[in-house]
């Protein structure tokens, strides 16, 4: 099956620094690369996604790239601000077949921005 | 505003009893999740429905059951509490690629 492997474990910033957490993956048929962001108390929320036929995808600060031959991808935040301070996970999964739609997450990054 | 919901929030329980936590989505989601979070973070995948009627294990293994009698519910049953059942049971919908989350609920077993 698939594994996620994302790291740092945790990572901390000064407040406007750029933040970069990555992940590699293990299946080559995995095809859809979401960021989840988890906030204290909260379930984990989806923050930007990748799919496979695209290599780098941007949401004001937050951007994602893929590397398929590698099977790395990569998020980053820029002008980071207190509120990024969450648990941030990174999954992947496969179209079709009996895995179709399951996500398999990495283990997690804890990023905190200090003011 | 969330479409999916799981109560309790919270649920403090004595050891042999038997508990159910309620799962919800609103939005017509076919696949639904149960994910199990430890103090580490990581998210485990214990049972997972593609549809009415089908349900299956996850990848780490638990000893509660679940059942999807009606598209929206997804309910996860622990017969028989023990403290190492202690953790937090995130549940998720979807529809194609990528889930919504509910709150989740954290189960302390005394």
């Known amino acids: 099956g698939e594994n996620v492997e994302q790291h740092p474990s945790t990572l901390s910033v000064q407040e406007g620094d750029s933040a970069v957490i990555k992940c590699t993956y293990s299946?080559?048929?995995?095809?859809?690369f979401p960021w989840y962001k988890q906030e204290l108390g909260k379930g984990p929320q989806l923050i930007i996604d990748?799919?496979?036929?695209?290599g780098e995808k941007k949401d004001q600060r937050i951007a994602v790239t893929l590397n398929k031959t590698a099977k790395h991808f990569s998020l980053h935040i820029t002008e980071t601000q207190p509120e990024d301070s969450a648990v941030y996970f990174c999954?992947?999964?496969?179209?079709?077949?009996?895995?179709?739609?399951?996500?398999?997450f990495g283990q997690g990054t804890i990023l905190t921005v200090h003011p | 505003e969330a479409d999916i919901y799981q109560t309790p929030r919270y649920l403090v329980i004595g050891t042999g009893k038997k508990i159910t936590l309620e799962c919800s989505q609103t939005?017509?989601?076919?696949?639904m999740y149960w994910y199990q979070q430890d103090p580490g973070m990581e998210l485990h995948l214990i049972h997972y429905?593609?549809?009415?009627?089908?349900?299956e294990k996850g990848d780490l293994s638990s000893e509660s059951t679940v059942s999807r009698i009606r598209t929206e519910h997804f309910p996860l049953t622990l017969e028989s509490a023990r403290p190492s059942h202690t953790s937090q049971y995130l549940c998720?919908?979807?529809?194609?690629?990528?889930?919504?989350f509910g709150s989740g609920t954290r189960l302390t077993v005394v």
């Open positions: 998720a919908s979807g529809r194609g690629y990528g889930y919504t």
């Open positions: 299946d080559s048929a995995s095809n859809y």
């Open positions: 990748i799919r496979s036929n695209v």
């Open positions: 999954a992947a999964s496969r179209a079709g077949g009996t895995s179709y739609g399951k996500l398999t």
């Open positions: 939005m017509g989601h076919d696949k």
């Open positions: 429905s593609y549809g009415v009627n089908s349900t």
